[in-house]
């Protein structure tokens, strides 16, 4: 899928076209800058490759600047164009702006303007793409790219439109937050992401809990040698290991506040100080960064960044959990009794019909992960015909046992009722949701009929 950070550079002065190539480069390395010093040259190379920025001279032989910004805003829309020219003239600047120019530049060698205005329109490129791709695939309800999806089995209709909207945000460079509970399928997402748009290039990931800040920074930053005041010599560290792929940050929500501030830089400025440097190292990697927390509770409690936490935000898929699931179970099972019995070499056990229905109650705190987990157990304990299902009984009853029911549904008031009334009011309760039916609310309340009939006529 494509990426929108191609880069075409116009001019006919050959060495400024390399001086600002260079440049470029350095301050937005997130681009890839081709030049191009022939006017006439232009639109065969647009023909050829996808460009989401040109930057163009005005006076050059064979074709004028201006001619080109027409052509261009004509024949190729979804490309931005930047002015970038020594003709100071307020009338130019602005047939240019009224013609389509998404900026204008007067040369001169302080380039760093230039340099915003061109990431700013790599961003809207992006954006507008990443938009156009959302709206296809909800209209036309397919995957253009269904492989990237292997390893992530659904059926479920919210999780499709999570598959349609991290392919519709693949060509964008800005980073993507995943949330969703523990085991809910955040490292598949990422690893996804990957496979949709830097299969070539390395996925690099790190899992931040507990980690300290030292390690953290010297991990993702590297180092310089003795950087820490010991003889420790140089690493390079996991930011430039992911350079021009992915960077994953499993649970960012333990990253702490210092280091939140230089991934906040390398996000906005796409660079990063290896620890002991003062040198900034230029990288292109996309970050993806999960989390089964509240980041906004995180915020609003003085432990993450505000900043950081809206850029994050600005592409962010929540995965549901398993239990909001159910078309997924039966089809989870099956896959999962294959790859345990494939991985244990047996063959695979038959399990019960109404395996699945007996486990549709169960919340699975720990989602696909304990299902995986309870599958695999099940497996091993199975001889080779029959699925052993006691792991999934086991794991019911646990967490029905562990429920309070008091616990959690009954209130007091501050006036505590007696024994007596709390008893009535129970039994008029079960009686009631019964329709009179004392067998039932005697089953409900955990006594015998004959027992709850003496209570009633006792008006206990
Ligand atoms: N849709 C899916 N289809 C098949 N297997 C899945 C799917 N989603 C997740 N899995 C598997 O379930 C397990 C847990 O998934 P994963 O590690 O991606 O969850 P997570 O949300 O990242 O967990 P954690 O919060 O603990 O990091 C993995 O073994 C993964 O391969």
Redesign the pocket.
């Known amino acids: 899928m494509k990426l929108a950070r191609n880069l075409l550079l116009v001019d006919d002065e050959s060495q400024w076209l390399r001086t600002l190539s260079m440049t470029l480069n350095r301050l937005v390395p997130e681009a890839n800058v081709d030049t191009c010093v022939d006017s006439r040259q232009v639109m065969n190379r647009l023909d050829t490759k996808d460009y989401a920025l040109v930057l163009l001279d005005l006076t050059m032989p064979f074709h004028s600047g201006e001619e080109l910004l027409e052509s261009i805003r004509n024949q190729y829309p979804n490309t931005r164009v930047i002015i970038v020219t020594g003709v100071n003239e307020v009338d130019t600047a602005v047939r240019c702006m009224k013609r389509g120019a998404y900026d204008y530049f007067i040369k001169t060698g302080d380039v760093d303007d230039l340099a915003t205005s061109v990431r700013r329109a790599l961003e809207v490129v992006g954006l507008e793409r990443s938009y156009q791709h959302v709206k296809d695939s909800f209209l036309t309800k397919e995957l253009s790219q269904p492989q990237a999806f292997n ?4 059926c479920e209709p919210a ?1 499709l439109d999570r598959l349609r909207y991290l392919e519709a945000l693949a060509i964008s460079p800005e980073p993507i937050l995943i949330t ?10 990422a690893k996804a992401l990957h496979l949709l748009s830097y299969a070539d290039a390395p996925f690099v990931s790190i ?1 931040l809990a507990g980690l300290n800040l030292s390690t953290i920074e010297a991990t993702l930053f590297g180092q310089v040698r003795g950087a820490l005041g010991t003889d420790e010599p140089a690493r390079a560290g996991l930011v430039h290991s992911a350079a021009d792929g992915v960077l994953y940050l ?2 960012i929500g333990d990253l702490p506040l210092e280091a939140q501030s230089k991934l906040l830089d390398l996000l906005q400025h796409r660079q990063y100080y290896p620890l002991g440097s003062d040198r900034p190292q230029p990288v292109r990697c996309r970050i993806v960064a ?1 989390t ?1 927390h509240d980041l906004l509770a995180l915020k609003q409690a003085g432990k993450f960044r505000n900043d950081l936490l809206y850029r994050l935000r600005s592409h962010r898929i929540n ?1 549901p959990p398993l239990r909001d699931r159910p078309l ?1 179970l039966t089809m ?1 099972i099956n ?1 999962f009794i294959e790859m345990a019995a494939k991985e244990m070499q047996r063959s695979v056990p038959l399990q019960p019909r109404d395996l699945a229905d007996k486990l549709r109650g169960y919340q699975f705190p720990g ?3 304990e299902l ?1 987990g309870m599958v695999f157990d099940a497996v091993s304990r199975s001889n080779d015909t029959h699925l052993n299902i006691a792991p999934f009984l086991e794991a019911i009853n646990e967490l029905n046992g562990s429920v309070n029911p008091i616990d959690q549904h009954l209130r007091f008031p501050d006036q505590l009722p007696t024994l007596a009334e709390a008893g009535k009011a129970l039994i008029d309760e079960a009686m009631s949701r019964t329709a009179n039916n004392q067998t039932a609310a005697a089953q409900m309340l955990g006594i015998s009929q004959s027992a709850l009939s003496r209570r009633i006529t006792k008006g206990e």
């Open positions: 390893h992530i089995l659904t999780m969703g509970e523990s085991g809910c399928g955040k490292d598949q997402f899992n499993d649970e999960s089964q995965l997924d989870l896959h989602n696909l992960q995986k």
